[in-house]
C-alpha cells in the first residue's frame, strides 16, 4: 500500500521541514497544495527527495466560472500555474 499525505495537513511548516517529515516518515507521495506558505515550491526545493509528487490547485478565493473578469481571468492563471508547476516537479 502506497500512503500519502497533504501539506494540507502540516500547514504551516515551512516546506523543508514537510519533506523532511515525509522522508523520515518513509511515506511514498506528498500533495502539495498550491497555497501560502507553499505557492512557490519549485523543482529546486523537491529535486533531492526521492518521494513522489501531486500538485493540487489553490482552493482558497478561486473561481473560474466568476462573472467579474478580474476574478475570473485570475483564478484562471492560478490553475495554469498549478499544472506548470506539476509539470516541472514531474507530479501528476
Partial sequence: ?????ST?????????????FVTEQKLDYLEIIKEYPYNSVTSDDLNSY???LSI?????????????YKIRD???ELMIDSF?????????
Fill in 56 to 68: 493540487h490547485a489553490p482552493m482558497s478565493d478561486v473561481n473560474i466560472s466568476s462573472h467579474i
Fill in 50 to 52: 526521492d518521494i513522489g
Fill in 74 to 76: 485570475t483564478s484562471v
Fill in 1 to 5: 500500500m502506497k500512503i500519502s499525505v
Fill in 8 to 20: 494540507l495537513g502540516l500547514y504551516p511548516a515551512k516546506i523543508e521541514n514537510v519533506l523532511n
Fill in 84 to 92: 506548470k508547476t506539476a509539470n516541472e516537479v514531474g507530479g501528476r
